[in-house]
């Protein structure tokens, strides 16, 4: 079982003829996903030749969905074009929609995401952030394929590298899915909606949720896994030496006065019953007790 995507994923890519699109369609495809094809307006009717799969480009999200049945779009086009991109797959209706450009203003993420309230029919995840992966089936976005295996863990983290990591140390035991929802002020996807849908998925044991310092999305989370989630959940967030008033890579990672630490935060996971730990490397050591229990 996974969340999100599975073998069914039939994915476009927004962006496939520039060289970030393209570099990553290859390394999708090598993983396993199945991609139908590209948009980029201006370019339809055109294909691409991606190590021998003979890919259609579109102009729009809609053609492209009306011709491959795609399910499932990823976008990696440059910040400026990113709200108008996304918007077109929302038009298009399409289910899943992630977007992993970095850089996009926060007012036009803020716009796009309002948009796809609105219209109640596509997920978004990102923007700035790695994708998801289900190991074997899926793979949407740019997490590397061979650092994890198939397995009962579920991943969350606003953290791309620290997606990987926790993959990677954990890649004996293996993951249902890992979902990297980025770190920007205004992001598709929560903590909460991963936390819910590992829930409910009966082949998720465990859950790693990964946060950062900023905001109140893992207090939030915290309440959530009290209130819900009956399935151990062990933490990590990232930031513990960071200092006040300085954003820390991620344009939503920003303390401010006693606001968003990483130590307030990882009270509220115990409190909830999480056990955090101190390193990324401490809290897989910790999932390891757990599921050897």
Avoid: W
Wanted: charged share 15%.
């Amino acid at each position: 079982m996974s969340i999100f995507i599975d073998k069914s994923s039939r994915v476009i890519v927004q962006g496939m003829t520039g060289s970030e699109g393209t570099k990553h369609t290859r390394r999708m495809i090598a993983s396993g996903t199945t991609i139908v094809g590209g948009v980029t307006p201006g370019k339809g009717g055109q294909s691409v030749d991606i190590d021998g799969h003979i890919l259609p480009v579109f102009n729009t999200v809609a053609e492209a969905v009306a011709t491959t049945g795609a399910n499932t779009s990823v976008v990696f086009v440059p910040p400026k074009f990113a709200k108008a991109a996304v918007v077109d797959a929302i038009d298009a209706a399409v289910p899943l929609v992630v977007v992993i450009t970095e850089g996009i203003p926060v007012h036009d993420t803020a716009a796009f995401f309002a948009y796809a309230q609105a219209k109640g029919s596509t997920r978004l995840i990102g923007p700035n952030c790695p994708g998801l992966i289900t190991p074997g089936q899926s793979n949407v976005g740019i997490i590397p394929a061979d650092i994890t295996g198939s397995g009962p863990i579920g991943l969350v983290s606003k953290s791309g590298t620290l997606t990987y990591q926790m993959a990677f140390e954990l890649r004996d035991i293996g993951i249902s899915t890992a979902v990297g929802i980025g770190g920007d002020p205004v992001i598709g996807t929560t903590h909460i909606d991963c936390l819910r849908a590992f829930q409910d998925d009966p082949n998720t044991e465990a859950i790693v949720m990964i946060g950062e310092i900023g905001g109140d999305a893992e207090e939030r989370a915290a309440a959530f896994i009290g209130e819900y989630v009956t399935k151990p959940v062990v933490g990590y967030v990232a930031g513990f030496t960071a200092p006040e008033g300085k954003t820390m890579g991620h344009a939503g990672a920003i303390v401010s006065g006693s606001s968003g630490t990483a130590q307030g935060k990882k009270d509220a996971l115990e409190a909830a019953g999480v056990r955090v730990g101190q390193t990324p490397s401490e809290s897989a050591r910790l999932m390891r007790a757990i599921l050897k229990r």
